[in-house]
């Protein structure tokens, strides 16, 4: 009992502390989605200063959980062997990230910076799903 106790562990992580291997960039598009959305939304009411705050603190939320999910993909998914087949991986995935921190979309109220956040997560896809098939 005490051998099993005390018996060396192995450490594995992964984006929801279980490796369960479910990774997939629509997650972060669904969030890109949702901010292009609220930006729309807000061009249509421009004197709702009411409805421009509680816009902002989502809008704010949902470009945080675009980087999150961005990093998972980054830091958990996709591999060295990934990495050297894409050698514009590492650009992408820090070119979206920054569009949806402080200055791209949380910043901005500009649709075309959602705009480009959405091709820059297309373009991460594109790779993903290759990623995928060749597995």
């Not at 369960?20 to 901010?35: F, K, L, M, T, W």
């Amino acid at each position: 009992m005490l051998k099993r106790l005390f018996a060396p562990t192995i450490e594995v992580s992964a984006h929801c502390d279980l490796p369960c291997g479910v990774y997939d960039p629509a997650q972060a598009r669904i969030e890109a989605e949702s901010v292009k959305a609220i930006l729309q939304k807000v061009a249509e009411k421009p004197d709702d200063q009411d409805f421009k705050i509680r816009a902002a603190i989502i809008k704010e939320q949902r470009s945080e959980l675009v980087k999150h999910h961005l990093w998972v993909l980054w830091t958990d998914y996709f591999k060295p062997p990934h990495f050297e087949k894409y050698p514009e991986l590492h650009t992408l995935v820090n070119e979206a990230t920054k569009l949806a921190g402080a200055g791209g979309t949380k910043a901005s109220w500009d649709v075309k910076t959602a705009d480009d956040l959405l091709a820059k997560i297309d373009e991460i896809a594109r790779i993903f799903k290759e990623t995928k098939q060749a597995a």
